[in-house]
């Protein structure tokens, strides 16, 4: 690897340029390592500090790269945008670690980037809540591709881009050093790897993985799988609203769809639900979301739990006439990006329409997306569209996101992937 060069300080010295009348470049900074150029016009999105390049923006690659190596991206005149991994197998060819023409792209760099992450975690005083948190996420934290998700003193660690997979190594040590955690898992098995030629990889990467691991959230225990669990073994950023739909569930028979291992029905549960009917298509998810019950002393007479494809389930309960007072809908992503926007929308119109029609008057829906590709309003829209064929008046009591510890770049919208909304029925 040939991270030596990205911190050679000879492009400290940048060179400026005269500017011309019809297009005023950025200084031009001197580089020994490859260069991204832009073609005309194609700046405007990096100088917005949106931190993707993709490949239909780059006129020509000066100098050679390999995927994950830092480059400076520069405009067609050759000015300084910003320093970025490269991937040539990836339509995001580059994705910016800074755009300051004095930093060094290196193990400081990374560790003053995971040290500002981790403020922000303290400061949000999250340990009076749990003890399951996302530390670093990604683009939004300035470290595009990087996740880490600490459960108790496991820290996951999950690599989606060619730049972060380069400083695997730098990333494990700063957080062993920062963090001092029993384990460090790497969770780099997501689908979206294959679209960055990436490799999928599962495996101990510090310490050593305690065999039975759980986080206190809110004070309710919960069972995390970080090793075959989904995504990082558990969905961090449902925290808040998984608290939301404790407090409302007092009284009311509750139908948890999507449920994995437990996380709303537990709350549920707790909140005093009368019952709690929870579905989902994986066994091993139920398995773990029974032994979650057994966790916090809960009343198990009051929880059933159904493996069953929920579009399915959905339609039998309808013919069985069967209602609920509450239904969370938390499907996964149905749409990773805009292009599979359409086809999500048939499927998030289907269960709602459903969810709707086995809802008893004055019932609440909680119903999400976490599809990057659906944006707020569109996803509003398909509820409403939803609910006015379901023949329901229904009223947003509240619009919700992902937890704190998921933050969102201003510049970087596509980070505001998980929205939800909680609705009651009112005719
Ligand atoms: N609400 C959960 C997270 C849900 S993740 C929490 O707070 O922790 C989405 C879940 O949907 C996964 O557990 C997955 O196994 C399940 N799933 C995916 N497709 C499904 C389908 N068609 N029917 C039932 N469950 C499905």
Known sequence: MNQKRHTSPSRRHGKHKPHSASFVSAPKVAFDGAKLV??????????????????????????????GDTVQVCDAEGGFLAWAAYNSESQIVARVWSWQAEEKIDADFFRRKIARALTLRKDLKLEL???????????????????????????????????????????????????????IYERSDSDGRALEGLEKRSEVLRGQLPENLSVTENGIHIAVDVATGQKTGFYLDQRDNRALIGELSTGRDVLNCFCYTGGFSLYALRGGANTVLSIDSSADALQLAQRNVELNA????????????????????????????????????????????????????DINLLAFKLLRPGGILATFSCSGGVSDDLFQKIVAGAALDAAVDAQIVHKVNAAADHPVLLSFPEGAYLKGLVLRVTG
């Open 298 to 349: 809960l009343d198990a007479s009051r929880a059933e739990w159904q493996q069953a494809d929920v579009f399915e389930a959905l339609r039998k309960l309808r013919d069985q006439n069967r209602k609920f007072d509450l239904i969370v809908l938390d499907p996964p992503k149905f749409a990773p990006t805009a292009a599979f926007a359409e086809k999500a929308a048939r499927a998030y119109k």
């Open 38 to 67: 832009l073609q005309t016009g194609r700046e405007r999105s990096i100088l917005r500090r949106h931190p993707w390049v993709f490949s239909g923006a780059v006129e020509r690659v000066e100098g050679d790269a390999q995927s």
């Open 129 to 183: 809540h749990s003890n399951g948190t996302r530390m670093i996420h990604g683009e939004s934290d300035g470290l595009p591709g990087l996740i880490v998700d600490q459960y108790a003193d496991v820290l996951v660690l999950q690599l989606g881009s060619a730049g972060v997979e380069l400083w695997r190594e730098t990333f494990a040590d700063c957080l062993q050093e920062l963090c001092q955690p029993a384990c």
